[in-house]
C-alpha cells in the first residue's frame, strides 16, 4: 500500500532543523512554545523533571523489560522523544479540532501513496478501506507503542498507548482504533 515510500526518524529530525532555520529558534523550544504551553499540556515534556520520572511507566518488549531511552538527546528529538500523559493527550486532541494554522498546515495532503491515502506533515490522511477522513499517527521503539487517529467530521480522537512493544502490537492496537471509532460513531 506505500509504493515504498517510507516514513524516517531522519525526515523528522530534518523537518526539525528546517523549523529551527525558519523561526530562528531551537526546535525543542518551539513545540513546547507553538503546542505544548498554549495547550496547557504541563505533564508532557521533552525531558522529565526529576519530580515526575517516577510516573514514566516501564517498558517491554515482547514481555521482557526494556531501559528507558532519551530521544531527547538524539539530534532535535523530533523523532518522538515527547513524554506524555492520558489527560495531556486528550488536551491535544481537543486542540486538532481547533481552527488553528499550525493544525490546518499539518492536516494538508502533501504527497498520494494510493487512491485516498496521503502523507501530510506526520500525519497520515487516509479516506479508503471503507473507513471515514481520518488523521492518523503510530509511534512506538522497542519499550512503547501508541496510534493516534482524529476524525476530523466526526470530531472524534482516539489515543492507544502501551507499554509493550512488539510486531503484532501494532496491528492489535489498530483494529482497537478503528473497533472503538466504529462503536462511537
Partial sequence: MHNGLNYSNFGSNLMGYILE???????????????????HMYDTHF????DKRNRLANGY???KPRPETNLAKTLWGAEGALKSTTTDMLKYIRYQFKNDAIVKESHKKLYEIDTDYWI???WWNIKNQNHDVHY???GGISRAKNVLVIYPEK???ISIFTNESAISVNQELSNLVYNIYNELK
Fill in 21 to 39: 532555520k525558519v523561526y530562528q529558534k531551537p526546535f525543542q523550544q518551539l513545540i513546547i512554545s507553538k503546542i505544548i504551553e498554549k495547550q
Fill in 47 to 50: 525531558h522529565t523533571p526529576r
Fill in 61 to 63: 518488549l515482547l514481555g
Fill in 120 to 122: 501530510g506533515y506526520y
Fill in 136 to 138: 492518523r499517527h503510530d
Fill in 155 to 157: 470530531k472524534i480522537g
